[in-house]
């Protein structure tokens, strides 16, 4: 190296090659410099305009790769700091978050024709659904027609058809419960009661059958399957999302989603393949998802692995959420003794004690409506509903969204705005009385401020079971403070802060008593026995 230097002429690169104390340290600041401009763009956030020199949103100065637990404390901290409309950068990915109604309507909704796609996660988008199931899909031609396959048993209309189902699975929901109980006698655990009523729901729409235990090795398997599609696809905590590097190599996540989609195939592909055999039987198949799949499955040129997916997005999608709801209810109600007591005294003006809650009580019985309301408002199952992703360039506000960028709702910071809910963080179903929609009449206000919470999502993606959902919600909930006094243990308190989940957030596991109110509750609960419309 010497000998080189010496011989030919001193250009300023072979200096740095060779070995005189000056050269070294070039050769150090040359690689400071080198490893700096390699690495800066990993930590620091890049701050880019568009033609005009509108610049992106606000936000955090370094890169993050993933989110701790909780991410929407650190949310609600940087909108404090960076207001309504400001961008974190993931890895490369720009994410723009929304915490503030107006601003969300006038994204999401009136600009939905740019506002509407989906990124394309690593994990929930390639790994485990392969860009289908309606939630994974771009805003194309595709996701238009599976989302109006799903609604042909989403709308109000298509409700009615099995609104019979839902009624019994409530019936059963507050049986099974007032039995483990052992009328009252013991305290339970209420989470897999109410993920079977969620899931007895989900399997009647989609696949006309139900499970009779919440011992049956398919309320496992399929619970376990949505509890792991909730663990492993949160919008920002996946560092395997971030670092595409990652994703070449076979890590324990890549494994986990791999596994999942497997299963959702194998088991979802069964259940279609026992409804097929019960139609090519002769069986008169009540109306459900698949029978409309199978029925159409040439014409809409559906593929098997569409057949899996859109199978199973109903189960992935509406069991832990409702669960989740009802959970939350629970764990709220038997924390707050003056908001059951007044429940208690509606129902008893309105209702008596000779039969509980119907469909159609639900107007006449405000304070029950509110208590539900509330509970999608200060507990919503999913803080940052899905993210949604936008496909071409939009100035807003004079901030720049480029095209690609990922936009979240942050409905945890949107459900404590202090203008729209004083007091944001007390219980208090006082605040919906008076409000007589809907959640889905509600989220088509034109005034966004006057929207009753955003728990549904918001725009072309909103989501299409919330009428379901809210059926669901209605006679699950109105029963269960019809039949039960609610409370928790003295020695064991109920965690309203922590949960479980990493997308969809359930309660940490906790126990309560159900003492039945009155003579009326057995003798109702027993007048209906539990039937098996098909074991899997
Ligand atoms: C309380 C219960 C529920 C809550 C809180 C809830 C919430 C949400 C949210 C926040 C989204 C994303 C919306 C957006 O991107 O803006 C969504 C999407 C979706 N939900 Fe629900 N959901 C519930 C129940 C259900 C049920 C029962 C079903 C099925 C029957 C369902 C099926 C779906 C589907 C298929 C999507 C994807 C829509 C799309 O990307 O176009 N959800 N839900």
Redesign the pocket.
């Known amino acids: 190296m010497v000998y080189l230097t010496y011989n030919l002429p001193d250009t300023g690169l072979l200096a740095l090659f060779s070995t005189t104390p000056l050269s070294v340290l070039r050769f150090s600041v040359l690689l400071v410099v080198l490893a700096i401009s390699f690495i800066y763009p990993h930590i620091f956030r890049r701050n880019i305009e568009d033609k005009d020199g509108y610049p992106i949103p606000p936000g955090p100065l370094l890169r993050y790769y993933f989110l701790r637990r909780y991410p929407e404390r650190a949310l609600r901290a940087w909108s404090r700091i960076y207001g309504p409309l400001f961008s974190v950068w993931m890895g490369n990915q720009l994410f723009v978050v929304i915490s503030d109604a107006r601003v969300a309507k006038d994204l ?1 909704v009136s600009n939905g024709a740019i506002f509407s796609s ?1 990124k394309r996660f690593f994990m929930k988008n390639q790994t485990i659904l392969h860009g289908r ?5 771009p805003y194309n031609d595709k ?1 238009r027609q599976h ?1 109006r396959i ?1 609604m042909q ?2 709308t109000p209309k298509a409700i009615q058809g099995y609104a019979s189902v839902l009624d019994y699975e409530a019936h059963i929901l507050i049986r099974s419960m007032y039995y483990e109980t052992k009328m009252g006698a013991i305290p339970i655990n209420p989470a897999h009661f109410a993920g079977r009523y ?1 899931l007895n ?2 399997l009647t ?1 989609s696949f006309a059958t139900r499970t009779d235990s919440t011992l049956d090795p398919l309320t496992e398997r399929a619970l376990a399957m949505a509890t792991e599609f909730m663990d492993l696809t949160g919008p920002w905590s996946n560092i395997v999302d971030f670092i595409e590097p990652l994703q070449w190599i076979p890590t324990p996540t890549r494994s986990r989603g791999r596994r999942l989609h497997d299963g959702i195939m194998d088991v979802y592909g069964a259940m279609i393949m026992r409804v097929k055999a019960r139609m090519d039987a002769g069986e008169d198949v009540p109306d459900c998802l698949v029978k409309t799949l199978l029925l159409t499955q040439e014409q809409e040129k559906l593929d098997w692995e569409d057949l899996c997916m859109l199978s199973a ?2 189960t992935l ?3 832990h ?2 669960s ?2 009802i959970l939350w209810f629970l764990a709220l109600i038997a924390s707050h003794p003056e908001v059951l007591a007044r429940a208690h005294e509606e129902l008893d003006r309105v209702i008596g004690r000779e039969h509980w809650p119907r469909a159609e009580d639900e107007q006449r019985l405000p304070y029950i409506r509110a208590i539900i309301k509330e509970t ?1 408002r200060i507990h ?3 803080w940052m ?4 992703f936008s496909t071409e360039d939009f100035v807003y506000n004079g901030m720049y969204i480029p095209k690609n960028t990922a936009l979240v ?1 942050n ?1 945890y910071d949107i459900h404590h705005n202090e203008e729209k809910y004083p007091d944001s963080f007390c219980f208090n179903p006082d605040r919906y009385l008076g409000d007589t929609l809907t959640c889905a009449e509600s989220s088509k206000l034109p005034n966004a401020m006057d929207r009753d919470h ?13 009428h ?3 059926r ?2 209605w006679l699950a909930i109105s029963r269960l403070l019809w039949a039960f006094d609610i409370r928790s243990l003295p020695d064991e308190p109920i965690s309203l802060e922590e949960y479980e989940g990493e997308s969809g957030r359930t309660p940490l596991p906790y126990r309560i008593t159900l003492t039945p109110r009155h003579d009326r509750v057995h003798a109702l609960l027993d007048a209906e026995e539990e039937v098996t419309l098909m074991k899997l």
């Open positions: 999401l989906r199931a309606i939630t994974a899909s996701w989302r799903a048993l989403l969620a729901n989900m729409i997005v109903f999608g509406g069991v959420s409702t989740g709801v999608g919503s199952p999913f509903a899905t993210p949604h709702l409905c955003w728990a549904f999502g918001a725009g072309r993606r909103i989501c299409p079971g919330m379901v959902a809210e669901e919600l």
